[in-house]
């Protein structure tokens, strides 16, 4: 079975500052997708950013950009130039293959809460 | 983008009574929407799988009759709370794919807070 871990559970960056959000997931398929989910106070969940299992090259998404050490199952999230805005919930998730059923499983980790700090 | 719109965002209900929460793909067509269960500070945990047309996928643990689940078109599904009891108070949230469009990720709605007096 898929699991996904998020080992911070809270962290905290100063306005402007670059943090880095740590994911590994644990998984025996190899076509797979992983996501960032920010999750604000309003509780709408909003993606932050996607990768391809099967690209090496990182995703990067404006200030948001992603580690993504296959081999390594770790799939971190940098934010750079952290804004008040940025503060919220993230989640990591990770898509599994088609499934037998003809649909697609997610996965979330147990999200790190960070607060940026005027 | 794709947009999922969830209904009502909240609701206050006796113990005893049901409770019917609309998840909507608004400009997308969705053969699956997931239906998620979040407790306070704790990730989504996902109760079931609604399949367009057929029988909802439940997750291990989750009662079907008491969560039950209809997915009677592309655009619509809905999670029925029955029977309610304070323990049932959470926060519901649904997500929807697109699945003609080809979208990678889940959309989701914005989520049903439900309080069982």
């Known amino acids: 079975a898929q699991t996904v871990t998020q080992s911070q559970p809270e962290m905290s960056v100063q306005e402007a500052e670059t943090v880095t959000l740590s994911c590994t997931y644990d998984?025996?398929?190899?076509?797979?997708?992983l996501f960032w989910y920010k999750q604000p106070p309003s509780r709408q969940m909003i993606l932050v950013i996607r990768q391809e299992a099967y690209k090496q090259q990182n995703a990067t998404e404006n200030r948001f950009s992603v580690n993504f050490q296959k081999a390594a199952k770790s799939f971190s999230l940098k934010i750079s130039d952290s804004q008040l805005g940025d503060t919220a919930m993230y989640f990591c998730?990770?898509?599994?293959?088609?499934?037998?059923?003809?649909?697609?499983?997610?996965?979330f980790g147990t999200g790190t809460r960070l607060k940026v700090l005027a | 983008g794709a947009v999922v719109s969830q209904h009502p965002s909240w609701v206050i209900c006796k113990s005893g009574t049901s409770v019917k929460i609309e998840c909507r793909s608004l400009?997308?067509?969705?053969?699956?929407m997931f239906w998620y269960r979040q407790f306070p500070k704790q990730s989504l945990m996902l109760m079931a799988t609604?399949?367009?047309?057929?029988?909802?996928?439940?997750e291990q643990g989750v009662e079907k009759d008491k969560f039950l689940i209809n997915h009677a078109s592309l655009t619509l599904s809905t999670l029925t709370v029955t029977s309610a009891h304070p323990e049932d108070s959470s926060f519901y949230i649904c997500?929807?794919?697109?699945?003609?469009?080809?979208?990678?990720?889940?959309?989701f709605g914005q989520g049903t807070r439900l309080t069982v007096v």
């Open positions: 400009d997308f067509q969705a053969t699956t």
């Open positions: 998984t025996s398929e190899n076509n797979y997708y």
């Open positions: 997500s929807a794919r697109d699945s003609w469009g080809g979208s990678t990720e889940a959309f």
């Open positions: 609604s399949n367009e047309g057929s029988k909802a996928t439940y």
């Open positions: 998730a990770f898509r599994s293959p088609l499934l037998t059923s003809g649909t697609y499983k997610y996965i």
